[in-house]
């Protein structure tokens, strides 16, 4: 798997899905040693973990080689992956 992490590492959707995944993380692995961290009540806890959730995808799925969340014009042309040959 060939990253270019300089690239991904300025592209501001992928940080916002780092560190969401990051906040995911921490509140996983708070619950596995019995911390409580409930924000409200259970259901705003619940939307805001779905929000996090969602910034993880944008990020992901994001081209961090053009500016926001849309792909290149050389990447709307692609009919399929390159090794598909």
């Known amino acids: 798997m060939k990253i270019n992490w300089k690239v991904r590492l300025h ?19 708070a619950a596995l040693f019995g911390f409580d961290t409930t924000i409200y009540n259970e259901q705003v806890t619940d939307i805001f973990n779905t929000v996090l959730a969602l910034l993880v995808l944008f990020g992901v799925v994001s081209d961090p080689t053009t500016p926001g969340l849309n792909d290149s014009e050389r990447a709307m042309r692609y009919s399929r992956k390159d090794d598909d040959k």
């Open 11 to 29: 592209h501001k959707p992928f940080l916002v899905g780092a560190f969401s995944l990051l906040l995911l993380l921490i509140q996983q692995i």
